[in-house]
């Protein structure tokens, strides 16, 4: 057995994952033309979200964590703005806008929780 890094532990961050997954799912079927615009553009700040939750749980510093989870929510905003332009431009169905705004939300709220956490210990 391998072992668990920190951040895997972070329920956020399996969130961040699976939405993740998803963008990439949904973004295939944005027109050809975006795949290295907007396509691309959002895929990266999905990525971004988790990847700096990650990074974050390595510092040692509570405020250096925190930093961190800022920059999560950076670009989980980010996700967001795409996400509602891409729903205006007709690139993905409204179902699919729902399920990736919900998600959004709750990562949204466990990060806000998260930061605060951090900030207070």
């Known amino acids: ?3 668990k890094f920190s951040f ?3 329920n956020v961050w399996v969130d961040s994952k699976e939405l993740i997954k998803r963008i990439y799912t949904i973004t ?5 033309d975006e795949k290295f ?9 999905s990525v971004s979200l988790a990847s700096n939750l990650a990074e974050g749980t390595a510092r040692k510093i509570h405020k250096d964590k925190a930093h961190f989870t800022t920059l999560s929510f950076s670009s989980l ?12 431009l007709n690139f993905t169905k409204e179902k699919d806008f729902q399920i990736l705004r919900k998600e959004n939300e709750k990562i949204s709220n466990t990060l806000n929780a998260l930061r605060k956490a951090q900030l207070n210990n």
């Not at 295939?28 to 050809?32: G, M, Q």
């Not at 615009?37 to 700040?45: E, H, N, V």
């Open 1 to 3: 057995m391998s072992y």
């Open 8 to 10: 895997k532990k972070l």
């Open 37 to 45: 615009g907007f396509t691309s553009q959002l895929r990266r700040a």
């Open 77 to 88: 905003m980010e996700v967001l703005n795409q996400i509602i332009i891409a729903k205006e």
């Open 28 to 32: 295939k079927e944005f027109p050809s």
